[in-house]
């Protein structure tokens, strides 16, 4: 340790020792009060100084002593004796210190422990060391200090323990526990809430840049941040998402939180809610489910007392066919309705479910009591009993299944005719039903094994019949199959038919299906004897003019045998015909049901086709579901035409493939030689220009060729050649005609219509592409360029202040073949900051009419729920309409212009229009009314009620530059147009309600 003097003090002293005696005791003053200054520093700071020597340590002070439990007057300190005092973990760690410091600078600090030699107490000193050399650099002395820091190791071990503690908590914590500095930092979270934020560690999620707050809360946090460092405790719920997407609702505690430096800062402790969250949101769900539910299914309440008089509801009273005005009604009174033949069985079930049971369920017919009509109910009810079981009153609900009832006799009827047409292909029927252990097998079956009609269908006797070779192999794909570890199997294999013995090969297919109305499994599997396909020689030339899934002609063996005909016609003088066919909808039963059963129609189509033409008569399967028929030796079209025909009715029978009735009609395109032309390339050219034909007509139909055809198709490539080149150069565009309400002339909203620029620059009507929307991929793409315009649109409108109410644009079936296309229009009205309620869709009956009807209900409910408006286009022209407004969220019906358009000088189109309007307003549904070209059509709509309405009387669709001045223009003029005497208006609207 240094002297507390310094050096220019002391050279003076040592200059003038002997020069003057008055120096030298003012020199030995100033050392006494430099001693004492350092004495009373020692202790004030517990400092205690030692000198040491290569002898020891030959000078300390009496803290030195004290501070290491030696006895006063110890005069010499060994370093030995020094290194004992030295707690034994520490010594190596001392002597490397003092070796560093004798080897560096000579100054030496750290930190160890020593063992009081009087207590054996561990102590914790802090020791500064100065080390002096002579001039060969040997050590001489040493001189330092020594200060007791045991309290200060203990309060920094209490601290430690104190943190490891806390952490230890904080870390068992279920909940998230975060903690911000008072700018927003993150500096602490727990590892639950860092898998709760799907984060490795603190560090990944700072850096990451992840904002773990949902957008629309983060304003709600920076004020809750403020709040808190403010000294406020806040409770508030939010919602998160992790790193990997995954989002939670959190519930938060956020308190004050003070640092060690004294500094302020958040603790959030969180909660995952969102188990809760989604049950309150599944129980509210629930609870509007129930009351949808027994709205749309027409449940018919009642409550009945012990007595037997029931109260009743409108709908029950409805649904029985009741006096109007009825609210009360007996047991007996009741039976009146029930059926006789279903009235005894009634009785006596509720009888005994007075007198045992706590719930009763029944089916039964009644006759209605109005109409006469017989109906199907299903009755459900539930008893109340006192405590001593007496009944009190039991509440419960009819239905009417009528509906489901003859759909189950369909479905039996329809079972019946797959059955037949199996027979009178040749197939063999193996019906197993799982569930109740049964089998029926089908005259055909029977008669390919061999077995009496008489003989009861058992497995044993069947497996009898397998060749012994083929045994095991049969049994092991029928337990595959009956065990679910496959769906279908294909096989042959040889049988020794019971009979005679002979041996058979028989081919058989295999599936399993689901009853509609329950869990059991049925197993299928259709026999049919190959014995003759077997054979080698067969077998080859047979695969090689066959298709090898419905084992019809190939397109090899039908032109073979086209040539054939019109080879024989030619030298006859006869005719021969071809029909070119194709399933219509059989690419979406591929895609919704899959392959397996795709296959499987192709197949059930080709033996159909089979089993109604001719037997001269040649059917192929060219490809894909593309079918051909040669029809040779006809005497004209008409035979033709009537062959085509029956096979149209024929095909309307649907298609019942492992209990689900596939709905798969066909087209047609027929030509003849020589009509239609001389070669057998050119009759087929003919035929497939009438299929092409048959399908532009709305399918379903048959089509005999006609010249006029192949430019027909030549337009039709035409148009959608044109609409594709117009998507491609930008070309389509959206023009907009105001919607009017006939109360007061105010513009509503607009309808978007389609437009195209032709490459001169003329605007023309869609009429010239028509045909393009029979192809999906354009149509949609049309779609898709229409709807990104009228968004365009509106948010430069918006941008410019202009109210424009609302835009409708159209979509057909195409759009919603794509099963994000809500999806899609939501996230685009999103991206562009447009409000929904700023956008309708309409659609036409035949979107709901279309394949896919599911995903057009779900595109339209998500469409509706999140504000945009549903239109019914063109209302009253197709059928089903009433239904569709019960399925479909139908907010706005607009009646054809077909119907305004003459309805002042056809009764029956007013009464159409009438009945329309009053529908609307029953419903709550708002009315347009298209197509208004002359006054007097508009002022007859309005005395009617019609809300709104829309053609060339009012405005034009107009471009969209042209819609600013239109808003400010039109509602003046329209509003003069519609100006009705109010004494006028009231006697019309009497007259009309009359």
């Given at each position: 340790?240094?002297?507390?003097?310094?050096?220019?003090?002391?050279?003076?002293?040592?200059?003038?020792?002997?020069?003057?005696?008055?120096?030298?005791?003012?020199?030995?003053?100033?050392?006494?009060?430099?001693?004492?200054?350092?004495?009373?520093?020692?202790?004030?700071?517990?400092?205690?100084?030692?000198?040491?020597?290569?002898?020891?340590?030959?000078?300390?002070?009496?803290?030195?002593?004290?501070?290491?439990?030696?006895?006063?007057?110890t005069?010499?300190?060994?370093?030995?004796?020094?290194?004992?005092?030295?707690?034994?973990?520490?010594?190596?760690?001392?002597?490397?210190?003092?070796?560093?410091?004798?080897?560096?600078?000579?100054?030496?600090?750290?930190e160890?422990?020593?063992?009081?030699?009087?207590?054996?107490?561990?102590r914790?000193?802090?020791?500064n060391?100065?080390?002096?050399?002579?001039?060969?650099?040997?050590?001489?002395?040493?001189?330092?200090?020594?200060?007791?820091i045991?309290?200060?190791?203990?309060?920094?071990?209490?601290?430690?323990?104190?943190?490891?503690?806390?952490?230890?908590?904080?870390?068992?914590?279920?909940?998230?526990?975060?903690?911000?500095?008072?700018?927003?930092?993150?500096t602490?979270?727990?590892?639950?809430?860092?898998e709760l934020?799907?984060?490795?560690?603190?560090?990944?999620l700072?850096g990451?840049?992840?904002?773990?707050?949902?957008?629309?809360?983060?304003?709600?946090?920076?004020?809750?941040?403020?709040?808190?460092?403010?000294?406020?405790?806040?409770?508030?719920?939010?919602?998160?998402?992790?790193?990997?997407?995954?989002?939670?609702?959190?519930?938060?505690?956020?308190?004050?939180?003070?640092?060690?430096?004294?500094?302020?800062?958040?603790?959030?402790?969180?909660?995952?809610?969102?188990e809760?969250?989604?049950?309150?949101?599944?129980?509210?769900?629930?609870?509007?489910r129930?009351?949808?539910?027994?709205?749309?299914?027409?449940?018919?309440?009642?409550?009945?007392?012990?007595?037997?008089?029931?109260?009743?509801s409108?709908?029950?009273?409805?649904?029985?066919?009741?006096?109007?005005?009825?609210?009360?009604?007996?047991?007996?009174?009741?039976?009146?309705?029930?059926?006789?033949?279903?009235?005894?069985?009634?009785?006596?079930?509720?009888?005994?479910?007075?007198?045992?049971?706590?719930?009763?369920?029944?089916?039964?017919?009644?006759?209605?009591?109005?109409?006469?009509?017989?109906?199907?109910?299903?009755?459900?009810?539930?008893?109340?009993?006192?405590?001593?079981?007496?009944?009190?009153?039991?509440?419960?609900?009819?239905?009417?299944?009528?509906?489901?009832?003859?759909?189950?006799?369909?479905?039996r009827?329809?079972?019946?005719?797959?059955?037949?047409?199996?027979?009178?292909?040749?197939?063999?029927?193996?019906?197993?039903?799982?569930?109740?252990?049964?089998r029926?097998?089908?005259?055909?079956?029977?008669?390919?094994?061999?077995?009496?009609?008489d003989?009861?269908?058992?497995?044993?006797?069947?497996?009898?019949?397998?060749?012994?070779?083929?045994?095991?192999?049969?049994?092991?794909?029928?337990?595959?199959?009956?065990a679910?570890?496959?769906?279908?199997?294909?096989?042959?294999?040889?049988?020794n038919?019971?009979?005679?013995?002979?041996?058979?090969?028989?081919?058989?297919?295999?599936?399993?299906?689901?009853?509609?109305?329950?869990?059991?499994?049925?197993?299928?599997?259709?026999?049919?004897?190959?014995?003759?396909?077997?054979?080698?020689?067969?077998?080859?030339?047979?695969?090689?003019?066959?298709?090898?899934?419905?084992?019809?002609?190939?397109?090899?063996?039908?032109?073979?045998?086209?040539?054939?005909?019109?080879?024989?016609?030619?030298?006859?003088?006869?005719?021969?015909?071809?029909?070119?066919?194709?399933?219509?909808?059989?690419?979406?039963?591929n895609?919704?049901?899959?392959?397996?059963?795709?296959?499987?129609?192709?197949?059930?189509?080709?033996?159909?086709?089979?089993?109604?033409?001719?037997?001269?008569?040649?059917?192929?399967?060219?490809?894909?579901?593309?079918?051909?028929?040669?029809?040779?030796?006809?005497?004209?079209?008409?035979?033709?035409?009537?062959?085509?025909?029956?096979?149209?009715?024929?095909?309307?029978?649907?298609?019942?493939?492992?209990?689900?009735?596939?709905?798969?009609?066909?087209?047609?395109?027929?030509?003849?030689?020589?009509?239609?032309a001389?070669?057998?390339?050119?009759?087929?050219?003919?035929?497939?220009?009438?299929?092409?034909?048959?399908?532009?007509a709305?399918?379903?139909?048959?089509?005999?060729?006609?010249?006029h055809?192949?430019?027909?198709?030549?337009?039709?490539?035409?148009?959608?050649?044109?609409?594709?080149?117009?998507?491609d150069?930008?070309?389509?565009?959206?023009?907009y005609?105001?919607?009017?309400?006939?109360?007061?002339?105010?513009?509503?909203?607009?309808?978007?219509?389609?437009?195209?620029?032709?490459?001169?620059?003329?605007?023309c009507?869609?009429?010239?592409l028509?045909?393009?929307?029979?192809?999906?991929?354009?149509?949609?793409?049309?779609?898709?360029?229409?709807?990104?315009?009228?968004?365009?649109?509106?948010?430069?409108w918006?941008?410019?202040?202009?109210?424009?109410?609302?835009?409708?644009?159209?979509?057909?079936?195409?759009?919603?073949?794509?099963?994000?296309?809500?999806?899609?229009?939501?996230?685009?009205?999103?991206?562009?900051?447009?409000?929904?309620?700023?956008?309708?869709?309409?659609?036409?009956?035949?979107?709901?009419?279309?394949?896919?009807?599911?995903?057009?209900h779900?595109?339209?409910?998500?469409?509706?729920?999140?504000?945009?408006?549903?239109?019914?286009?063109?209302f009253?022209?197709?059928?089903?309409?009433?239904?569709?407004?019960?399925?479909f969220?139908?907010?706005?019906?607009k009646?054809?212009?077909?119907?305004?358009?003459?309805?002042?000088?056809?009764?029956?189109?007013?009464?159409?229009?009438?009945?329309?309007?009053?529908?609307?307003?029953?419903?709550?549904?708002?009315?347009?009314?298209?197509?208004?070209?002359?006054?007097?059509?508009?002022?007859?709509?309005?005395r009617?009620?019609?809300?709104?309405?829309?053609?060339?009387?009012?405005s034009?669709?107009?471009?969209?530059?042209?819609?600013?001045?239109?808003?400010?223009?039109?509602?003046?003029?329209?509003?003069?147009?519609?100006?009705?005497?109010?004494?006028?208006?009231?006697?019309?609207?009497?007259?009309?309600?009359?």
């Amino acid at each position: 340790m240094s002297p507390p003097f310094d050096k220019a003090e002391t050279e003076h002293g040592i200059d003038s020792r002997g020069d003057s005696r008055a120096n030298a005791l003012a020199t030995d003053n100033a050392l006494r009060r430099s001693e004492e200054r350092l004495r009373l520093v020692q202790e004030a700071t517990g400092f205690a100084e030692f000198e040491a020597s290569v002898e020891g340590i030959s000078h300390f002070s009496e803290r030195f002593l004290d501070q290491v439990g030696l006895p006063a007057g110890t005069t010499l300190l060994s370093h030995d004796e020094w290194l004992k005092l030295v707690h034994p973990d520490d010594r190596d760690g001392f002597l490397q210190h003092v070796q560093r410091s004798t080897e560096r600078s000579g100054c030496c600090q750290f930190e160890f422990r020593i063992v009081r030699a009087d207590t054996g107490e561990v102590r914790w000193i802090s020791s500064n060391t100065k080390v002096t050399f002579n001039e060969a650099g040997d050590v001489l002395s040493s001189i330092g200090a020594h200060l007791d820091i045991t309290d200060r190791k203990r309060a920094e071990e209490s601290l430690r323990e104190s943190e490891a503690r806390l952490r230890a908590i904080l870390d068992a914590v279920p909940d998230c526990v975060k903690l911000f500095d008072d700018e927003s930092r993150l500096t602490y979270i727990n590892p639950r809430g860092l898998e709760l934020l799907e984060a490795p560690d603190l560090e990944t999620l700072n850096g990451s840049g992840h904002v773990p707050v949902m957008p629309e809360y983060l304003a709600d946090c920076v004020d809750v941040h403020r709040r808190v460092l403010a000294g406020e405790t806040v409770v508030w719920n939010y919602e998160i998402v992790g790193m990997n997407g995954d989002r939670h609702h959190v519930e938060a505690h956020s308190v004050p939180f003070a640092l060690q430096g004294g500094g302020k800062a958040h603790m959030c402790i969180s909660r995952d809610v969102s188990e809760r969250k989604t049950a309150e949101d599944a129980l509210r769900r629930s609870e509007q489910r129930l009351r949808l539910v027994q709205e749309a299914t027409g449940l018919a309440d009642f409550e009945a007392e012990a007595d037997g008089l029931a109260y009743v509801s409108g709908k029950l009273v409805e649904q029985l066919g009741l006096p109007a005005g009825t609210e009360t009604i007996t047991f007996e009174e009741l039976l009146e309705y029930v059926h006789p033949e279903d009235r005894e069985r009634f009785r006596q079930e509720v009888e005994s479910c007075l007198e045992t049971r706590e719930t009763f369920q029944s089916e039964f017919r009644i006759v209605h009591g109005i109409t006469g009509e017989v109906r199907w109910i299903y009755s459900r009810t539930k008893m109340e009993r006192d405590e001593n079981g007496n009944a009190l009153r039991s509440i419960g609900a009819h239905l009417d299944i009528t509906d489901r009832k003859r759909a189950e006799q369909a479905l039996r009827e329809s079972e019946e005719r797959f059955r037949l047409a199996a027979e009178a292909a040749g197939l063999g029927v193996w019906d197993y039903d799982a569930e109740l252990d049964q089998r029926d097998w089908s005259s055909r079956l029977r008669q390919i094994f061999g077995i009496p009609l008489d003989a009861p269908a058992s497995l044993e006797l069947a497996v009898q019949c397998i060749h012994p070779d083929d045994r095991a192999d049969f049994m092991r794909q029928l337990n595959e199959i009956r065990a679910g570890n496959i769906e279908r199997f294909e096989a042959s294999f040889k049988i020794n038919r019971a009979d005679d013995g002979r041996e058979r090969w028989v081919a058989f297919n295999g599936w399993r299906g689901h009853e509609s109305d329950r869990v059991s499994q049925r197993i299928i599997i259709t026999g049919r004897d190959v014995t003759e396909e077997k054979t080698a020689e067969e077998r080859v030339r047979w695969s090689a003019s066959h298709d090898p899934l419905t084992r019809l002609a190939n397109r090899a063996l039908f032109q073979e045998k086209l040539d054939q005909a019109i080879s024989r016609a030619r030298q006859s003088g006869g005719a021969v015909g071809v029909l070119m066919l194709d399933l219509d909808h059989f690419k979406q039963i591929n895609d919704s049901l899959g392959h397996d059963v795709g296959d499987t129609l192709l197949k059930m189509f080709g033996e159909r086709l089979r089993s109604v033409v001719r037997q001269h008569d040649t059917v192929a399967r060219l490809g894909g579901d593309e079918f051909a028929i040669v029809v040779p030796r006809l005497h004209g079209k008409d035979d033709l035409l009537r062959l085509s025909r029956s096979i149209q009715e024929r095909m309307r029978a649907p298609f019942v493939h492992g209990g689900r009735v596939l709905d798969c009609r066909v087209s047609s395109g027929a030509s003849m030689f020589p009509d239609h032309a001389r070669s057998a390339k050119e009759i087929l050219k003919c035929a497939d220009t009438a299929l092409y034909a048959a399908k532009a007509a709305g399918r379903a139909t048959v089509t005999l060729y006609e010249p006029h055809m192949r430019e027909d198709l030549r337009r039709r490539v035409s148009m959608v050649q044109l609409a594709r080149n117009a998507i491609d150069d930008n070309r389509v565009i959206p023009y907009y005609q105001p919607k009017l309400d006939l109360q007061n002339g105010r513009i509503d909203g607009f309808e978007a219509l389609l437009r195209w620029r032709n490459t001169n620059g003329r605007i023309c009507h869609p009429a010239a592409l028509e045909a393009a929307f029979e192809d999906l991929e354009v149509a949609a793409a049309i779609s898709d360029r229409m709807i990104d315009r009228v968004i365009a649109d509106m948010r430069g409108w918006l941008d410019r202040g202009i109210v424009f109410g609302h835009v409708a644009v159209n979509a057909s079936a195409a759009e919603f073949r794509r099963d994000n296309f809500a999806e899609r229009v939501l996230d685009c009205l999103r991206r562009a900051q447009i409000p929904n309620r700023c956008f309708q869709l309409e659609v036409t009956e035949t979107v709901f009419l279309g394949r896919g009807a599911e995903s057009v209900h779900r595109a339209l409910a998500l469409l509706n729920s999140q504000g945009v408006k549903i239109a019914l286009d063109d209302f009253g022209t197709g059928y089903a309409s009433l239904r569709h407004l019960k399925q479909f969220p139908v907010d706005i019906i607009k009646i054809d212009q077909s119907f305004v358009r003459d309805m002042e000088i056809d009764p029956g189109d007013e009464a159409i229009v009438r009945a329309v309007i009053n529908l609307g307003k029953s419903l709550n549904i708002a009315v347009v009314a298209e197509g208004i070209e002359q006054m007097a059509q508009a002022e007859r709509l309005q005395r009617l009620g019609c809300d709104f309405g829309q053609g060339f009387l009012f405005s034009k669709a107009v471009g969209a530059s042209r819609v600013p001045p239109l808003l400010g223009q039109l509602p003046h003029r329209a509003a003069k147009q519609l100006q009705v005497d109010d004494r006028a208006r009231l006697r019309l609207v009497a007259t009309s309600s009359s």
